[in-house]
């Protein structure tokens, strides 16, 4: 069923946005410049309402365009278990009887964050409970016939019946339509199984920013990583086939050095040697240092005539959160060394900072490319 042929829903008087814990400010500060209409409502840690006043329009599709937001939805209402009686399937009950949830294409639950990534054993992701609120919902009579995929990513463009269970007896219920990539996964976070064993986190991050940037690195092409060991990130782009340089006085795990497609320079990024890097395709940085001397060093590699990389990755630590008010001006700085698309998120699994895409040519991107092949089709 495609959208058009959909009743429409008229936005609604509030907005719901989630985002990492800790990144609340951040977010009210980003949607008061974007959106000084925008009244904010509500708040719990990772969980924000804003209200719309009715003489402030925003798209019924709207996109916030911002780096703190994870996913953000029009918010409906909210349903909440008052008592012991009140079951699951009394949530449910209330849920459904919105018009979202009668015209949706997909139905995603999530849980809100309950501490900050990599705490306490805690990573993004859909939780078991998440799920199984979900299989309720799609499972749920009046539901049931309609076959509506839960917690699936969702087709570009289509109706999403959003759940986020503030508490587990707390349920805020809103929708979205999926125009962006991060739109299409549930809650904002890709499908990564974080459970299994890596080198690093930076593993994870690095596969989070290129599902999200539409960037798909290919079998030998040469990337390279400032800030590499111990070797999490290099590992993934290994697995990926990729040749990889590592940039890092400090030393790797020997599953990456060893690997033969591996070359550690074990030095400083601004000693790096720019002719040595002059076949690297893709550039990465994940220096824990200030933003501001991630950007030089890359600025310093990419300005050199020896090198012509397609695209840099970088993860830019807010060591300070003053920094989150500089982001325009880092996608700024990044944009005048050439790169034509530059975008900033706060991934999932990032931490305590951002990622920062910028690529020459945005035909680069897996996702452009693809738009522009649906949008040549009758
Ligand atoms: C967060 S860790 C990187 C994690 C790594 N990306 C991974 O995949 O496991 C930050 C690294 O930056 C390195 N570092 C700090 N200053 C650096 C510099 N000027 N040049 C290169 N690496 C640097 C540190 O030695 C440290 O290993």
Sequence with gaps: MSTENQPLLEPTEFLFVCCQRGSEKAVKSEIAAAWPGLKFAFSRPGFLTFKRPPDTSLPLKFSLASTFARNSGWSVGKSVAKGAGDDAATLVAEVLKSPAAKHCQHVHVWQRDTHVPGQKGFEPGQSVLADEMAALIVGAPGM????????QVAKANDLVLDVVLVEPNEWWFGFHYATTTAGRWPG???????SVEVISRAYFKLDEALRWAGIKIKP?????EIGSAPGGACQ???????QVIGVDPAEME???????NFTHMRRRGNEVRKKDLRN???????????PTYTLDTVEEIVSSSSVDVRGV???????DMKFADQIDAFRKRVKELGFSVVK???????????????????FALRSTRQRVRAAKKP
Aim: proline share 3%; with cysteine.
């Design 188 to 194: 904002g976070v890709p499908k990564i199984d974080a």
């Design 254 to 260: 020997e599953e990456v050095l060893n690997h033969e």
């Design 344 to 362: 900033t998120r706060q991934l999932a699994f990032n931490r305590g900072e951002i990622c920062l895409v910028g690529v020459k040519d945005r």
């Design 144 to 151: 049931v016939n309609r076959k509506v995929p839960a917690n």
């Design 313 to 319: 990755v970088l993860t830019l630590k807010l060591v």
């Design 280 to 290: 690297v395709r893709w550039l990465m940085a994940d220096v824990n240092a200030a």
């Design 220 to 224: 030998g092409d040469v990337c390279a």
């Design 236 to 242: 993934f782009m290994l697995e990926q086939g990729a």
